[in-house]
């Protein structure tokens, strides 16, 4: 296992279409997490998952976007009407077990441009 | 939002110890100080973390106060690659991470 995997790389949408980017976590990692970055902040929290259970989402979670994680395995993020505003890195991280203090391992991240 | 403040900048000369501080005086008896950085344009990586006893890895050491209110991280040899943005964030049980702003760390030959 290589280590958190999302796809695509890169992504680039006119405004108003729909995107879903994917992610791969490490195997047998149950906890899940989205985060939005972008120029110059840092990664901003968006939701998170303990297998196919969404936990926690944050105010920034608009109506526009859903995340999934079914099988408790791979999770997809989908961003409905895409806004200029969405234009971000979407990165996602998984740890290896709830419970306890263990490090979270982000992916590469998903670059989003919304023309 | 974030719990912790960290100077927007350092430099460091290559070779020489870096030394980034982090303030986290409202954090909770069972909440972990991690570090993570960020080279451009890819993901965080973590380097370490610790509840109250000072901790090394191959990566760096963290030393965090008798009052657990403050932190330093501190990477021995700075090299030219250890150029990053460095994030120190207070965490419980695997639950989210919030990330601040960081500290951006320029290594100078």
């Known amino acids: 296992d290589t280590g958190v995997s999302q796809d695509p790389r890169h992504k680039i949408t006119k405004r108003g279409q729909n995107v879903t980017f994917r992610c791969d976590p490490i195997?047998?990692?149950?906890?899940l997490y989205w985060y939005r970055q972008t120029l110059g902040q840092g990664p901003e929290f968006l939701t998170y998952?303990?297998?196919?259970?969404?936990?926690?989402k944050s105010r920034l979670l608009s109506d526009r976007f859903s995340a999934e994680r079914p099988k408790g395995s791979f999770s997809t993020l989908e961003i409905q009407r895409t806004e200029q505003g969405d234009s971000a890195m979407y990165l996602c991280?998984?740890?290896?077990?709830?419970?306890?203090?263990?490090?979270?391992?982000f992916g590469q991240g998903t670059r989003l441009t919304v023309v | 939002d974030a719990k912790t403040t960290q100077p927007p900048s350092m430099d460091c000369a290559e070779g020489r110890a870096a030394n980034l501080p982090c303030n986290h005086s409202?954090?909770?008896?069972?909440?972990?100080v991690y570090w993570y950085r960020q080279i451009h344009s890819q993901g965080p990586q973590y380097i370490i973390h610790?509840?109250?006893n000072n901790e090394t890895n191959e990566m760096a050491s963290l030393i965090i106060t008798e009052d657990r209110k403050s932190s330093t991280l501190i990477l021995p040899h700075a090299t030219l690659r250890d150029t990053a943005v460095y994030y120190c964030?207070?965490?419980?049980?695997?639950?989210?991470?919030?990330f601040g702003a960081g500290t951006r760390l320029t290594v100078k030959p």
């Open positions: 991280a998984s740890s290896p077990r709830t419970g306890g203090n263990t490090e979270a391992f």
């Open positions: 195997s047998e990692h149950n906890r």
């Open positions: 998952f303990q297998n196919e259970a969404q936990l926690e």
């Open positions: 409202t954090i909770s008896g069972n909440e972990y």
């Open positions: 610790g509840l109250k």
């Open positions: 964030i207070v965490r419980v049980n695997n639950n989210d991470m919030r």
